[in-house]
């Protein structure tokens, strides 16, 4: 599902002049459409990265590498 499939699930809060005022996503799109606009910034943070040389890895790798730091193994 896309991003724009997502925000299609939108609905809208009027005031009395039906001039929109908020949006209302159920939390399972929201949570959804969040995860996608982070791993969006995670690929765009990866490629930028490359860019300048810099070491990249995968993120399960980096979050065990952390969890090990964390329990001091």
Excluded: C, H
């Excluded at 939108?10 to 996608?36: C, P, R, S």
């Excluded at 952390?66 to 329990?71: G, I, K, S, T, W």
């Amino acid at each position: 599902m896309s991003i724009t499939d997502l925000l299609q699930k939108a609905q809208f809060l009027v005031d009395a002049n039906g001039d929109k005022k908020a949006v209302v996503l159920d939390y399972a799109t929201w949570d959804e459409l969040l995860t996608m606009l982070e791993d969006l910034e995670d690929a765009e943070e990866i490629r930028r990265l490359r860019r300048v040389s810099e070491e990249t890895i995968p993120w399960a790798q980096a979050k065990e590498s952390l969890r090990v730091q964390d329990v001091g193994v």
